[in-house]
């Protein structure tokens, strides 16, 4: 134990630096309040043997004289004055550190003292107490996920909390889905095995698509989502989708009716000749339930309000139906409450990208449009439906485009909402994925609408 | 007075050699917290904000009508019956009556949307008086009939802010302004009793808590007769303000105090004893601060597109602050839980109700809150701004202050207490929203109104500190709290989880 003294003449005499009593104690592993005791000791010893060569700041916890009448309130004095009578007086302590040098006056200011230690020991004045803060930021990156609560309890003498829950962090939670199950069994429907991992539960779905000739495919790539959802018990019904998508896809291709075989063969056409029609329910919102039912009790309210109101006009009505691509240019506040459908049903390319289903939750991209309205040069503004189609006094154009998403944000489309339009949508994904790259695909279609 | 040599808990002494003993043991709460203001994951932001004003009076009116009802009843003034009126717009001229309907605060000082839009302004400009308080202010009262001024000196004696609901009595006068000779507030909802939503720990558990106050000679709780109810938790600290900070290094060593303070490091055994009686840390808001986030501004404007689809742009944001904050809590973590509501400064929606912080912002505690689809409230317990829920059986009501805040600039007043009073007495905590404070566009009901009054009410981010009980009609009694900001004034303030009595610590660096 003594071996503290030559760990402190060295750390502090020698190295010139600054020792807190964590520092002491998580460096020498022993008990905070040993610790403390230590750097009394310690600084006793050396001030003894040679005055002055420590400075000590001293922590000290007790109850200040009622008045504070010292200077460390830092407002005004007749705000502080106003606003005591607002407030009950409580029992205030205080938890002060004191250099050396002010310690004796700074005790007088004290009505009660009922802890003092050692804080730190430093070679010469500190001129700066901030600058403890350094030494407190090396015990903090020593503390971090190093000991057990329990251990550090015993050997610090850190509290402890017998109650305390920590989540055990589920392996490979994070780890993006492993490509190497459904590779192999993908093949024979793609040329070529997408390189990255992102693509991955897409390829699966593309087979799972096909699954008519290649209908081992499907139960592998399922297997494999599985395999990855075993960690995530309550996400394994979403899981063994992959994606809502591709279980759209898997559950058309099942279905006999439509011929998913002769559609393949068409493929080869350029992507943008058939895509203007399948625009009929594409693309699942999940934003049109929830506005069904918002304007649902909307209009129920509205209701019993223009009851109240004693007037009827049914304007408020109609707006809350929805109204696709009406040019509404003098009513720019009805198409404020249409549901942003009308522009999902022009998307023709799949909606979205599930990238990773690894613990659980779907990360992705889907396409959206995206509204974006501008001023004309008569200072109109207004939402057009067909933006390029009009002509420069046009002030709201629609951008496709990108956006990331996951699961947190947005659930799963509902498979049977997409059902009717998927086996004319089944072709259209497959063509993007086996006639062209991906990204292509995107960029055809887009100027393909024009 | 004090002297060195008679410290009770002094340290100041050789290494004895004996080792330390008596380990320290957190004492543990009962805490459940409510989802009041939780909004859905997906969320429409399509509907117009009128609709929060009607369900607000409709469900505030009852009460108010109530109120109202019982004091003015049959009452005859200058030889008049007071009348009842259902709408404003049936007041008749020079007839006695009385009306319930939202306050509206007609102040030239407060930034106007319709002006906005009619100048052709597309980003609301900032605001730069600190008041929007005026002598040229008008209070008008509004139903979904009309709307009537309202004149009289008897409104200057209570606080009024748009948004709030009351019933007012007076006649009209030629001008077509209502005379008020009296006016009537909701006052408190109904209060739960404690123990409400959450089981009182048995007997058995409240033993150690027994032995640990014996030694304290405050804390004698007398409300509490039968000692089976006695809780397990001895205080609750609440701060706010902590705003951690990459550049600004001022208060670093206070948030170290804090933190040895917190751990039961710090201080000499007795006092650690003390310590551990302090069984929850609940965060006010703003922990991070704003002040690094400043992007230049020409440069934000000519932002192009980033291509960068993952991490973040290190030339334009700045990770120290929420890193820093991140080791803070996961030191923390271990030896006591945290409840921590989002504030004005911190990575959350703008919007009242603020939604939690995720919780990836915080990598080493994350392990520490609840996982994603669980129902159960994590250890690290990231909840709403304002947040409501039971802790060891007392409802408690907390904001990160914004409400306040905004309320603040209507009134010609300093008394923050005043002016959380006035919430509880309005049964609204943010009835300047939507109008001056950011808000959702809430549709079915508006969770702002207090359809039950709190036991402990606490505002972070406040000025300085202030605490008051204050009482209702119906034997409601709710202790409010202003806490300060921890920047500011470096405190911390305790709650006695048994008598809800409040003091607090000061950490002080000289």
Known sequence: MDDYQNFLAQEILTEDKTVTYRLLSRTLKVHVNLAKQMLYEFHKTQNDRNPGSLMATYLVYGTRKSDEQDDDVEMTDSVSDKDETFSEPVPTKTLQLIREETLQETLQEYEEVTSIHVYSLAPHPMKDLQFLSDAAQLVLNQTIGEDSPLTASQTYGTMFCPNARKRERRAGASAPVPPVKTQPKAAPVKQEPKPTVKEEPNSAAVAAVFGKDAKDSKPAANTAAKKVAANAAPALKRQGSSGGIGQMFAKQAAKPKKPAAPKREEVVTPVLSDEGEDDSEAMPEPVNQKAEEDSKSRRDRQAALRRMMDESDGEEEEASKSKPESPAEDEPMEEDTVPPEPEAKVEEEPAEVVASTGDGRRRGRRRVTKKKQIMDDQGYLGFYSFAFANSESTVTIQEPGWESFSEEEAPAPKPQKAKPAAAEKAAPAAKGKKAAPKGQGNIMSFFGKK | ?510
């Open chain 2, 1 to 510: 007075m004090a002297d060195l040599d008679n410290i009770p808990g002094s340290l100041l002494r050789a290494p004895s050699g004996k080792q330390e003993d008596g380990q320290l043991t957190r004492v543990s709460s009962t805490y459940k917290p409510l989802q009041t203001f939780r909004l859905a994951k997906e969320k429409s932001y399509q509907q117009q904000f009128a609709d929060m004003y009607f369900l607000r009076l409709t469900k505030i009116k009852p009460a108010v009508d109530e109120v109202a009802l019982s004091a003015w009843d049959g009452t005859i003034v200058a030889d008049e019956p007071v009348k009842r009126v259902d709408r404003v717009l049936d007041i008749r001229q020079g007839e006695l009556c009385w009306v319930t309907g939202t306050v509206y605060m007609d102040m030239p000082l407060k930034p106007n949307i319709l002006e906005d839009v009619s100048k052709d302004r597309w980003i609301s400009a900032p605001i730069t008086q600190e008041k929007y308080w005026s002598e040229e202010d008008a209070v008008t009262l509004e139903d979904e009939s009309g709307r009537i001024r309202l004149v009289g000196d008897v409104l200057k004696s209570h606080l009024l802010v748009t948004g709030c609901i009351i019933s007012v009595m007076g006649s009209e006068n030629v001008n077509g302004e209502l005379e008020v000779v009296d006016f009537k507030l909701p006052d408190l909802a109904p209060q739960p009793e404690r123990w409400a939503l959450s089981d009182p720990p048995s007997a058995s558990d409240s033993k150690p808590k027994a032995k640990a106050k014996a030694k304290k000679p405050k804390d004698e709780d007398e409300k509490m007769t039968d000692g089976a109810t006695r809780g397990s938790g001895g205080k609750i600290a609440i701060v706010s303000g902590l705003a951690f900070s990459a550049s600004d290094a001022s208060h670093s060593v206070e948030l170290t105090l804090l933190l040895e303070y917190l751990l039961g490091e710090a201080l000499d055994p007795y006092a650690q004893q003390e310590l551990s009686q302090i069984s929850r840390l609940i965060i006010a808001g703003n922990s991070i601060s704003l002040e690094e986030r400043k992007v230049p501004l020409d440069e934000s404007q000519a932002k192009k597109p980033v291509n960068k689809k993952y991490g973040y742009d290190a030339s334009s944001y700045n990770a120290m602050p929420s890193q820093l904050f991140d080791e803070f809590l996961a030191t923390i973590l271990p030896t006591m839980p945290v409840t921590l509501l989002p504030g004005a400064q911190d990575p959350a929606t703008a919007s009242y109700p603020q939604q939690p912080i995720h919780a990836a912002m915080f990598p080493n505690s994350r392990p520490f809150s609840a996982p994603p689809a669980s129902a159960d409230e994590g250890w690290l317990d990231t909840v709403t701004n304002p947040w409501e829920g039971e802790v060891e059986g007392w409802r408690v009501l907390g904001t990160g202050g914004q409400n306040i805040d905004d309320i603040f600039k209507y009134v010609d007043s300093e008394d923050r207490l005043g002016m959380m009073e006035a919430t509880c007495r309005w049964r609204c905590m943010a009835p300047t929203a939507p109008d001056t404070l950011w808000s959702y566009p809430f549709q079915d009901d508006d969770p702002f109104v207090m359809k039950e009054c709190p036991h402990l009410y606490f505002v972070g981010n406040q000025p300085e500190f202030g605490t008051k009980v204050i009482k209702g009609g119906e034997g409601q009694t709710v202790r409010l709290i202003a806490v300060p900001s921890f920047t500011a004034t470096h405190e911390i303030v305790l709650v006695d989880s048994e008598t809800l009595e409040v003091s607090k610590v000061k950490l002080n660096v000289a």
